[in-house]
Every structure is written in structure tokens, then in C-alpha cells.
């Protein structure tokens, strides 16, 4: 016997459409999201006590009203403030799936038939010299802060990065009063085939483009400097930052050695190279995983009704690759439609609307596709970036130095997983979140292997921190956690 017949990790666009989809036609569904109100990454409302009802985002005009429903939705049980740990070792089939989940009372089971992934995606985090200095912030961290707590980072603020966003960001610190001293670009625009490519695929995105030129026009009419085939490549300061060192870039987005850099003063750094699937709970669930670098790296692998290798577990929106709104929502749609299918539902509306979603996300991926390869970040330049002191594994204190030395004493090494048992990269706390694509860097240009080949690192039980206390609330014999090895 269940509690439900699906739970949904994750309130964003993907896990929003899919649960009043599910819901909809019939099933019964949890939703859980560690944030307190739905919306996701790009629709983040403020605590509900500080504002009447949810904001509008430039360019999505189906979000606002996706917002609306969502907290309308009381046949849909809402879990906010609550977080997923993982998922129990799978019950005999037919038995459902154990997913534990923390909330302020501590730990707690749900037993559902079928769990939906829509975790969404974090910034991709990049390691340079002084990138743990306070001021030094990722354009999403930037953009929470503003939109949750209207909170600006600092007065004099540099932005770096090749990604859309950090356009957007730049729009929002200068219009609450913060000075845009310079956005250096590494990459200018795509090549002309790129953006005949890209022609194609506009209908229906006009918006979303129009946003971002229109950003770009206010920052040039104020006198921003947008410097492109230029990047930051340290930040200095007392205590926090208040100079930051900027390069040309070569051809092909290379850094020239022994370059003289450009110093400018500011007390804010924001970095913004794109975003990297949160695959942490699929991973410890046991989902295979497939390295695509223009989808942001490691992402879940899933057939086309959105089936992960897990029995009962599915995927929508970025952990399946990050591709933008517009597309998670068209997964969450999908991917609820395939559920109700796979438990039992079959009607020839039923049959109709999922072709219906399949033109729908076919559409999406197009237009997804052509800026995933456009704005690629330049991975090796930014493995290169981090000299010999720089910390690499913020959690266990492991400097670029230490782990090569490591690599270099261990020929035997080639995976980042006995490099983690080696020198405890991605052993802390994050699991590996902040430094997995910068130690895979380091090993895969030692070994001369790609990174896809160093792998990725396995998650464990609970995917987030969690006491004692809080787990010992989940009382009896039941299974144990899904354990991974390394
Ligand atoms: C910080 C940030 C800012 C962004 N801003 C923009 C923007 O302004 N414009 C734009 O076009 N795109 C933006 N993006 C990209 C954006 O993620 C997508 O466009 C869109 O929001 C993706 O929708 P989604 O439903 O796939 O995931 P998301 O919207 O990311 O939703 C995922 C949800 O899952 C929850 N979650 C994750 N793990 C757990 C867990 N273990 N337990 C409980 N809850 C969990 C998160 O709290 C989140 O609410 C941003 C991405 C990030 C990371």
C-alpha cells in the first residue's frame, strides 16, 4: 500500500506542469521543493509574506499563470521547506518506491508507485585564484539573493562568464542601483552557422530573445563596458574582494601564457558560465547518467517516455540536460502523461495529448539545442584557470597542487572515484557538487582521457546533510538506502 501514486522532486516548471497534469487526470501526488513557495530557479517568488501574490518574469508569460495554479492546487499535497535525502533500497516489484524526505520535524518516508527527478540545475561552479573570496558570487546566487530577499551583492560589481544570464544579471544589478563596472565575455557570439541554425528555431521565442537584447541595450546606453574574448582570471582582497585580474583571450577561447593582466577595482564578482544539471538524487538512486557537455554534463539518461534505468523513477526538466524553461515544462507535461500511462491510464485523450507533448518538447529541443551549443562553456580554459594554491574541494580543503601530486604518485589512478578515495575530493559534505568537473579536469589532461572517461562521482544516502536526530524520526524495519559504491 502507497501513500501516493507519485512523488515529484522538485517545484520548478517541470515538477509544477507535472503535477497539475498528474493530478489532473486523476492520480494522487506529493510534490516536494526545499524552497518555501513553487517556481523553481526562474520563477523564485519572495516568502509569502512579502509580497501579494507571484511576480511576472519578462519573457515567460505562461509562468506567471503556472504560479498561480500551482499554489491554487490544494488537490496536488504541496511539501515546501521539505528536502529529498533519497530514495530506499527498491521494494520487491509492485511495491513501490521509499522516497526519505527532511522537513522541520525531522525525517520522513513517502511511499509512492512512481517518483518524478525534477531537481533542476545549479550554477556550475568554476575554481580560479580567489574564487572563495567573499564578493565572489555565481550569477544564479546573485539573482536569488535579489529575487528572495532583494538583497544587492555589492556596490561595484564585475561580472564573468559567456552565459545568457549573466546579461540578465548584470540588467537587475544595475536597475537596483548597483555600478556594472564590466562584463568581460569570453566568448562574443556563435558562428554564423550557429546562428543561421538558431534562425530556424525562433518561433515561439521571440520573447526570451527580445528580453535579453533589450538587457543588453540599456547596459551599453548607461556606458557598461561589454568587453568579449576577455575573462576574469583571479580575484584579490583583504577579507574579501576588492580587485579582480582580466585577460584577452586567444583564438578559440585559449588563455595566452604569461599575459599581463588588466587589474580593476570591485567589490563584487559575479561568475556566470552556465548551469550543471542536479543529478544527485538520481544518482543515488541508481540512474545512469551520460556525460553531454553543451546539456551541462552529466545528466540522467531516460528512454523517450522519460524512464530513467530505475524502475518507476523519471526525469523532467534540467537533470535530463539544461535547456531552458520552456522545455522543462514541456518534460514535466510529457513525462506526467507517460506516468499516468505506465499506471494504468488509457484513454484515447490520454493517447492524443501525448503526441500532443511530443510536438511540444520536439519544438523546445530545438530551440534548446542550438543555444546549448552556442553558449558551451569553455571547459578547458576553465580548468585552467586554478594555479597550484588554489582549493579545488572547498569541503576537504584540497588544493590544486595536492591533487595533482596525487594523481601523479598514483599511475593507477584513472577514474575520479579512486581519486576521491586517494585525496578526498568530493568526499565533504556537497558530495562532489562544487569540484567534480574541476578535479575531472585536472585527472582527464594528467591521464590524457576525456572527462566522460575520468566518470563521475556516485552519491550517497543522505544526498544533503542530515543529523542523527532528524533520521533517527524514521522509526522500524524497513530498507536501507540505495548504496553506490566509492
Ligand atoms: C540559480 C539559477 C537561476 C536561474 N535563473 C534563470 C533565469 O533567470 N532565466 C532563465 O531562463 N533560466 C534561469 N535558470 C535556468 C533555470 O533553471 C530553468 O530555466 C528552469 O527554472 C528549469 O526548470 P526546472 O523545473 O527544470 O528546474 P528548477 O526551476 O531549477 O526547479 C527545481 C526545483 O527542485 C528543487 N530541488 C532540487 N533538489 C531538491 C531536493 N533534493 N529536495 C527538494 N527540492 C529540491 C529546487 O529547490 C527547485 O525549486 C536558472 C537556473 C539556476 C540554477
Known sequence: MTDHDLAIVGAGPAGMTAALTASRLGLSVVVIDEQQRPGGQIFRQPPANRSAGPKAVRGYPWGHRLVVAAEAADNVEWRYGTTALGVLRPAPPGEGIELVVRDDDGADRIS????????????????????????????????TMLKAQDLLLARDVVLTGGHPLLLVVAGLIHEKGGRVVELAMPRSQGSLREMTRALGALPGHLGILANAASTAARLVASGTPIRSGSIVTAARGDGRVEEVDVARLGPGNTLVPDQTCRTVAADG?????????????????????????????????????????????????????????????????????????????TTVELDREIVRARRALRHTNRFASTVQRMFEPPRQTLAALADADTTVC?????????????????????????????????????????????????????????????????????????????????????????AQDG
Open 112 to 143: 509512492v508507485r512512481s517518483l518524478l527527478i525534477a531537481s533542476g540545475a545549479m550554477d556550475l561552479p568554476v575554481a580560479f585564484p580567489g574564487w572563495t573570496l567573499p564578493g565572489v558570487v555565481t550569477a544564479g546566487g546573485v539573482q
Open 269 to 345: 564578482l559575479v561568475v556566470g558560465y552556465g548551469f550543471q544539471p542536479s543529478t544527485d538524487l538520481a544518482r543515488q538512486a541508481g540512474c545512469e547518467l551520460r556525460w553531454d557537455s553543451p546539456a551541462g554534463g552529466w545528466v540522467v539518461a531516460h528512454d523517450d517516455e522519460l524512464r530513467t534505468t530505475v524502475p518507476g523513477v523519471y526525469v523532467a526538466g534540467e537533470p535530463s540536460g539544461v535547456a531552458g524553461a520552456d522545455q522543462s515544462r514541456a518534460e514535466g507535461q510529457l513525462a506526467a502523461l507517460c506516468i499516468v500511462h505506465a499506471l494504468g491510464g
Open 394 to 482: 572547498r569541503c576537504e580543503g584540497v588544493t590544486r597542487e595536492r591533487a595533482e601530486t596525487v594523481i601523479d604518485d598514483n599511475p593507477f589512478i584513472s577514474s575520479i572515484g579512486a581519486l576521491k578515495l586517494e585525496c578526498r575530493t568530493g568526499m565533504g559534505p556537497c558530495q562532489g557538487r562544487y569540484c567534480e568537473l574541476t578535479v575531472a579536469g585536472l585527472l582527464a589532461q594528467r591521464r590524457d582521457m576525456s572527462i566522460d572517461e575520468v566518470g563521475a562521482f556516485n552519491a550517497q544516502f543522505p544526498i544533503r546533510p542530515a543529523t542523527v536526530g532528524e533520521l533517527s524520526r524514521m522509526a522500524g524495519d524497513r530498507p536501507s538506502p540505495v
